[in-house]
């Protein structure tokens, strides 16, 4: 016994504790003991189970500040994951659009003339006794004061309620040329007169009428201060609306970048003092007016398309095919007669000769034979649509049309759309028009290169801007935009942080250290308070494919090749994240490079990621266009496929209400 005391005793010499301390510990390690074991084996543990991690991972973690502080990392780093799973990259959006704002404007500073007497003691300095004798010699000639002079008083409580650059030019023209324009004998000048009848005819433009109108002065039975205020109003009003009718001819009356975030597009700028001074000198006012009117042959085609639709009635016996129809070939349907009948009405004549004894053949049969297949299969061809011979939506309204009201509306929209893209596009360019799904390259005495194209999904919509083409890249690498980092991989992310690693993507700091896509601090980087690179390896399944043309801009941007081929099939294109997907990028290269497609391809061949720069002055417009000249002058039509031209008409809509409210 005495012994067993000693142990014990030394035990509680090495621990620092007393006896009934120890025994009081023991207690409670058994009752943590217990309460630990009853948690686990409610979880369905075993008991040998629950034994072990009690004593050996649970007092570890409890007593072990390095594997707890590790505990902790890891858990802080899960809550990090499904944070930045929450931030999102709003897209550009839609805007409430603000019309131009306008303002009453004061011309009291042109009552005041400037062209008063001057006297001698004014100019020349002389002494008094030679201005004396000088003025005996020869009389000072009093100044005779032209009609413009005798009217000026009415200017002083006179306003305008006009566009701000209109009212300054006024006032800087007058200022510098203080004379009637419009104005002479006391009544309206011819030139007034052809003035007049050039701003009524600005419907021919797809400009308002009502927006430049000006009523011939009422100056009958007024005398004096009342017949001159009425001449002088007239005058300045009739000048107000010929540099309206200047502005929105050069600049268009709607600014793009207040319809939404996805225009992009500098408004031009008019010299409005210059156009009054030639348009005061021209013999042929009417010409002159027209001349500010974009002057290239798109603008042409679609101002002479757009009188022809006016001129024509609308068709009264329209064919109608019964939406949802959807067939396809050895199928039959009650409205195949209507499907023939409305080829036969629309189908070139080179199509119809080609076609001939199928059209005279048929007899309003349902059954979709193999020849009425050929028939659809051609003019699907002719539509530039996917030539498969299934009737479906897109090919029933080739086969209908549109009507002629929607017709002249998508050209009256095109008209003020190329007021917003220079007058002079460039002899070698790259036309893209999203609406169409084309890129065309056209250059001086070549063949234009026209190719399909896949646009920006509705959600990721393409912008309207243009800039100038820069570089060709060969074997590119893909440099993921923030948008798709922080939209569509953090997800991937939050459940595998090495996604990126395995799936062929280089991680990287600003200063250009690669690291471990699972080592990132992924809600900084969502949330902006770090800065990472991932771009993608050259290779198969790059997203750019073998090829990238570059025109640099803060869209991010670009024309590019794609593996997925099979979307150029579609007739809708409209699939990618906001570039340009090219169905021949190889030709595209070659083209702007001045070389030729092989040249272009022994490049890719050398499996190098490259770069070469493009020669020359070669413009891109990623543009938006319903109605648009093809490439053999005729005027074709378009889907809306992002309802931008609802939101065009909902600008115009509110400027020809403002508009109207300034003139009342």
Not at 98 to 113: F, N, P
Not at 606 to 611: F, K
Request: net charge neutral.
């Amino acid at each position: 016994m005495r012994a067993r005391n000693k142990r014990d005793f030394g035990r509680e010499r090495d621990t620092g504790l007393t006896l009934p301390e120890r025994r009081r510990g023991t207690v409670f390690g058994q009752s943590l003991k217990v309460a630990l074991t009853a948690s686990v084996l409610a979880t369905g543990f075993s008991a040998a189970t629950v034994e072990t991690a009690s004593a050996q991972n649970f007092f570890q973690r409890l007593f072990n500040p390095e594997q707890q502080r590790r505990a902790q990392e890891q858990q802080r780093q899960e809550q990090l994951r499904q944070q930045a799973t929450r931030v999102k990259v709003s897209a550009p959006r839609y805007l409430n659009y603000t019309a131009d704002a306008w303002k009453k404007v004061s011309l009291a500073e042109l009552s005041e003339k400037k062209t008063a007497e001057v006297q001698p003691s004014e100019t020349d300095g002389t002494d008094l006794d030679t201005q004396s004798a000088q003025t005996d010699a020869q009389p000072v000639v009093p100044l005779v004061l032209t009609a413009f002079d005798e009217a000026r008083p009415a200017l002083k409580d006179m306003t305008l309620t006009t566009l701000p650059e209109v009212g300054n030019a006024l006032i800087a023209y007058y200022r510098e040329h203080p004379d009637f324009v419009w104005i002479e004998d006391g009544k309206a000048t011819v030139k007034a007169a052809e003035l007049r009848r050039a701003l009524a005819d600005a419907a021919r433009f797809a400009l308002n009428p009502a927006d430049y109108f000006v009523a011939l002065p009422a100056t009958a039975g007024l005398e004096g201060e009342a017949r001159d205020a009425a001449l002088m109003r007239f005058e300045m009003e009739l000048s107000a609306a010929a540099l309206t009718y200047v502005l929105d001819a050069t600049r268009g009356r709607v600014d793009p970048n207040r319809i939404s975030q996805y225009h992009d597009l500098p408004r031009h700028d008019a010299d409005l003092v210059a156009a009054l001074e030639i348009l005061n000198g021209s013999g042929n006012v009417s010409a002159n007016l027209a001349s500010h009117q974009p002057q290239n042959a798109h603008f042409k085609a679609l101002t002479e398309e757009l009188a022809r639709l006016r001129a024509e009635d609308e068709e009264a016996d329209q064919i109608v095919i019964a939406p949802g129809t959807f067939l396809k070939a050895g199928k039959s349907s009650p409205e195949m007669k209507n499907i023939v009948a409305a080829i036969a009405k629309i189908a070139s004549e080179e199509l119809k000769t080609s076609h001939a004894e199928t059209l005279a053949a048929y007899e309003d049969g349902e059954v979709y034979t193999p020849e009425l297949v050929a028939l659809v299969k051609s003019f699907q061809k002719e539509a530039k649509l996917t030539p498969d011979g299934i009737v479906g939506k897109n090919t029933i309204k080739a086969m209908v049309g549109e009507t002629n009201a929607a017709k002249i509306a998508k050209v009256e929209l095109a008209m003020e759309r190329s007021r917003w893209i220079p007058e002079e596009l460039g002899e070698r360019k790259v036309f893209i028009n999203q609406a169409a799904f084309t890129a065309t390259y056209s250059a001086p005495d070549e063949d234009p290169l026209q190719m399909r194209v896949v646009v920006g999904k509705k959600s990721n919509q393409t912008n309207f801007f243009y800039d100038k083409i820069e570089i060709v890249e060969y074997n590119p690498y893909w440099g993921v935009p923030y948008s798709i980092i922080v939209n569509e991989m953090l997800p991937k992310l939050a459940q595998d942080p090495s996604y990126l690693d395995r799936a062929g993507y280089e991680v990287s700091t600003p200063g250009g250290r690669k690291v471990s896509s699972a080592s990132v601090n992924w809600y900084a980087v969502a949330s902006k308070q770090q800065s990472i690179n991932v771009r993608q390896y050259p290779g198969r399944s790059n997203a750019l494919g073998e090829v990238k043309i570059l025109f640099p801009n803060k869209h991010h941007i670009y024309m590019h090749d794609t593996p997925a081929k099979s979307l150029f099939k579609k007739d809708v294109r409209a699939f990618s994240h906001g570039c340009v997907r090219l169905h021949d990028p190889k030709a595209m290269a070659a083209a702007v490079l001045g070389k030729s497609k092989d040249y272009v391809t022994s490049r890719i061949a050398a499996g190098q990621n490259e770069q070469e720069k493009v020669t020359g002055d070669i413009p891109v417009y990623v543009s938006y266009f319903t109605a648009w000249p093809d490439l053999d002058g005729s005027i074709a039509f378009y889907s809306d496929i992002y309802d931008r031209d609802r939101h065009l008409l909902k600008a115009l809509e509110k400027t020809e209400a403002l508009r109207a409210k300034a003139r009342s």
